[in-house]
Structure formats: C-alpha cells, structure tokens
C-alpha cells in the first residue's frame, strides 16, 4: 500500500519570502501522479501543481514549483514570493496512474502567511 | 466550466434524521468520487464511480451509509439514521481517468 507523509504540521513565512513544504511517499510503483492541493479557509480543496513520475523535469505554475526526486521518493513544494492568499492547509497526495483510482494524502501542512 | 457542484453547503440535523448529500460532476469526467474530512481522520475516500458504476465502497463506514449515481451527472450520499459522529465535511470530486480530481466546495454536516 502505499503511504504519503508530511512532517510538517504547521509553517509559516513572512510575506514576499519564499517557503517549502516537504512530502515523501512510498510505493513499489515505477509510474504514478503525485499533486499538491490547497486548502484554505474556505475549505475548498484546490489543486495547485500535478507531477508525473515518468516525466523528469518539475512541474511548475506561477510561483509554485516542486522538487521531485524520484529515488529519495521525495516531492516539495516550494511557494515563492509568498502571498497572504496562501495561507492554508496543503496537502501532499498520490495516485496510480491508471486502474484503481484512489489518490492517498499525506495529513497536511498548515502554512500562515504572515504580513 | 462550473466545476463540481454540491448541495447543500451546509446541513445541520438532529440525531436519527436522514440527510442525502448531492454532487453534480464536471461534464465529461467518467470518475466521481465521495470524501470524509475530520480533524480526527483526515481525509477519507467513502466510495468512488466509475461510468456510473460503484468500483470501491470499501471506506463506507458502515450500513447507514448509501451512495447512488443514477446517471453521469448526478450522485447522492445518504446517511440514514444519522449520528453525531458523521459530523464532517464531505467532499465530492469528479476526474477524467486518468488524471487529476477536482473538488467540490464541500457540504459541512453537523448532527446533534
């Protein structure tokens, strides 16, 4: 079975500063997703950047890109010029690429952005 | 795109009440999926869909839980009778396999 662990329970950097949320998984898989997604205050849970385990460039959207080190089976998410918008819980999570379906998430990381 | 629709936003009903929660998909998407999410637990997948067809309800927690997908645009979680303890906030989230789900605003219940 597969495990996703965040370490991190909570975090928080300054406004404008550049911050990074830390996430391992285990799988005996060679393919899979891995996501991170957002959840703010409003509870909606909003996906922030998608990595395909065959591809080995890091994904990257605007300010948030992640390190993706395949055989430490690592996966950070680092948030650049940190905006108050981004305070939130983030979770860290996996997924098989094809077949069975179910996506495990890591317990969270609750990062403030404080002004 | 209206993204993954639920109803209600909130609920708040009193012990042994039925509460039936509502999702409507992403149009096009052939997965949909239902979550629990509590401070004690986490994140939690109940059942997921696949082209209207229940693959995994191995995460329900017990019989007082029912999910339903009459068609490819419409799904319902029920809960009957309900207890306090099914206090959450339950997702719905709909993906295009394979690939990436999208969530729902969530219904928060509150049983008492």
């Known amino acids: 079975a597969q495990t996703v662990t965040q370490s991190q329970p909570e975090m928080s950097v300054q406004e404008a500063e550049t911050v990074t949320l830390s996430c391992t998984y285990d799988?005996?898989?060679?393919?899979?997703?891995l996501f991170w997604y957002k959840q703010p205050p409003s509870r909606q849970m909003i996906l922030v950047i998608r990595q395909e385990a065959y591809k080995q460039q890091n994904a990257t959207e605007n300010r948030f890109s992640v390190n993706f080190q395949k055989a430490a089976k690592s996966f950070s998410l680092k948030i650049s010029d940190s905006q108050l918008g981004d305070t939130a819980m983030y979770f860290c999570?996996?997924?098989?690429?094809?077949?069975?379906?179910?996506?495990?998430f890591g317990i969270g990381t609750k990062l403030q952005v404080i002004p | 795109d209206a993204g993954v629709i639920q109803s209600p936003r909130h609920e708040v009903t009193e012990m042994g009440q039925e509460v039936t929660l509502r999702c409507k998909p992403i149009?096009?998407?052939?997965?949909l999926f239902w979550y629990r999410q509590t401070m004690m637990r986490g994140l939690e997948l109940l059942i997921y869909?696949?082209?209207?067809?229940?693959?995994?309800d191995s995460g329900m927690p017990e019989d007082r839980f029912s999910a339903k997908m009459p068609n490819a645009s419409f799904s319902t979680l029920k809960i009957q009778p309900s207890e306090p303890r099914d206090s959450a906030v339950y997702f719905c989230a709909s993906s295009f396999s394979p690939g990436t789900q999208y969530f729902g605003p969530g219904t928060r219940l509150l049983v008492l």
């Open positions: 999570a996996f997924m098989k690429p094809r077949g069975y379906q179910k996506v495990t």
């Open positions: 799988t005996s898989e060679s393919n899979y997703y």
């Open positions: 149009s096009g998407h052939d997965y």
């Open positions: 869909f696949n082209n209207n067809v229940p693959i995994d």
